[in-house]
């Protein structure tokens, strides 16, 4: 998946990495307005119980899963040396992790204060699944190629599997997101409202947000293509 | 995505087309236990509308999804000249497209009859979304590289696209079948129960299936390796 490798597509990855950014844009404000709008708000302490639960959704998508995807696409859109580019790369990976693991205590909080049990749902399996492989790649990869860093034949035959550990890493984190969107929605019992078709869009920016950070690794970039 | 390009994985993609299969007869095998033991069986016309609706995860998940992954990896496990495997992956291809439109037409008449509404959920917009692209690729695919064919030049230029387009209805196909997943056990009323974790592991198996077919088309294959 390096870039070189796919020079075979005649087109270049800025493009795409503008799409990214408004499908980002797009995605965030329909998660607030859903969870602003409909859901009440938010809230640590609350007797409003929902208020608790919506820090979930907000945190995993809003401060883990969109930025993971543009920190994905820092190769491409930030200039300077790879180190720099390394650095940013696992920086916000690590910022974004840790809104993950807020978010998820968010969730366990709010069952817990409503005595509903944990981890029974595809959806919880998916997400734990997630973040844990997501805390096991950080690790390695700052260990093997930032520091101390293996030597270079070692960096080379890992580096493909860090490309490709990663890229089912932020496949897992959107089928987390729409396993929970789909979730929530039927929970909610919804049918055809204006609420329902917030949420359903949300899931496909989402979607089309994760497609066009997939393409924007697969296409040469301006700075190191 | 070219193996070509990924000489760089030091594996060949031998081992992994076993994993592959051996996670979808699991698959296949979780898929049958749950609606033949757990949900009563198959019917096309029935009292019972529950043997409807079986017909739908049965048809999308082990005459539609499990295929196209099957069928993805020809080009590692068929041997015999590229247009031989063309052949293969087209022809299957149309198969499994038929048995995703059956199973379309399962759901439709489940709703008809028992007067829900189609179509609000996440789960169907993104299932709508993977069965018409599907179609459109496969056509374009079948004029472009089969019969009449493209130019050499232009086949070079498109083929990239086909394969990139190409896994992202696979990821769309997985991402369907998950929420579909969630959405049944969410309707079911599930939380801890045998059925529960068989729905969830299918679930997990499906994910492990598609990642290890993904794995396949990025190593080295013994034909064309």
């Not at 809230?43 to 995993?60: G, T, V, W, Y």
């Given at each position: 998946?390096?870039?070189?490798?796919?020079?075979?597509?005649q087109f270049s990855a800025f493009p795409v990495t503008m799409l990214a950014h408004l499908l980002a844009i797009a995605g965030t404000t329909l998660v607030l307005v859903w969870l602003l709008h409909f859901q009440g708000g938010f809230?640590?302490?609350?007797?409003?119980?929902?208020?608790?639960?919506?820090?979930?959704?907000?945190?995993?998508v809003v401060g883990y899963l969109i930025p993971i995807g543009e920190v994905i696409m820092v190769y491409k859109t930030v200039p300077g040396t790879r180190k720099v580019q390394k650095i940013f790369h696992l920086t916000l990976h690590f910022i974004a992790l840790l809104a993950g693991i807020l978010g998820i205590y968010a969730v366990f909080k709010f069952h817990h204060e409503l005595g509903i049990p944990d981890m029974y749902s595809l959806?919880?399996?998916?997400?734990?699944?997630?973040i844990g492989l997501f805390g096991l790649q950080w690790l390695s990869a700052f260990f093997f190629f930032l520091w101390p860093r293996a030597e270079m034949p070692a960096r080379a035959s890992l580096a493909p599997w860090h490309f490709f550990i990663g890229a089912v890493i932020f496949?897992?984190?959107?089928?987390?997101?729409?396993?929970g969107l789909v979730e929530k929605f039927s929970f909610l019992?919804?049918?055809?409202?204006q609420e329902a078709l917030i949420?359903?869009?949300t899931g496909l920016l989402i979607l089309l947000f994760g497609v066009s950070v997939g393409l924007t690794v697969l296409l040469p970039g301006n700075w190191i293509g």
């Open positions: 998946m390096a870039t070189r490798s796919h020079s075979s597509f809230a640590f302490k609350s007797d409003n119980k929902q208020k608790i639960f919506n820090l979930h959704p907000l945190l995993m959806h919880s399996w998916l997400g734990m699944s997630t496949l897992m984190a959107i089928l987390t997101a729409e396993t019992g919804l049918r055809r409202s949420m359903n869009f």
